[in-house]
């Protein structure tokens, strides 16, 4: 069986932080999974952020120096550190391999409102 488990999102006003989580099970297990993506509504998803197996990360524009990547590769887990949010940072946020697989998770919501 795959998984791809997303958790940690939320409501939060602007300005605030969130922390989310990623767990990759199952035969997926096997593929490194170390990239964010999301999707807000009426858009198509977008790479967020993206970290190697060597540790290198890489951000897009619209988030560098407010979220940050790291991952937990005993645990085959990945984290998106999000702070400073904005009201365009709703989304559902998803985790993946970069380039993604035909599999996704059911993400988690992100909410960034007053």
């Known amino acids: 069986q795959v998984q791809l488990v997303e958790s940690g999102g939320g409501l939060v006003q602007p300005g605030g932080s969130l922390r989310l989580s990623c767990v990759a099970s199952?035969?997926?297990?096997?593929?490194?999974?170390g990239t964010w993506y999301r999707q807000a509504p009426g858009k198509q998803r977008e790479l967020v952020a993206t970290i190697t197996s060597g540790g290198s990360t890489n951000y897009a524009d619209s988030v560098k120096g407010r979220f940050t990547i790291s991952r937990d590769n005993a645990k085959n887990t990945v984290f998106l550190q999000m702070n400073s949010l904005k009201p365009e940072d709703t989304a559902v946020y998803y985790c993946?391999?970069?380039?993604?697989?035909?599999?996704w998770g059911r993400g988690t919501q992100v909410s960034v409102s007053s």
């Open positions: 199952g035969s997926i297990s096997r593929i490194y999974v």
């Open positions: 993946n391999a970069n380039p993604p697989l035909l599999y």
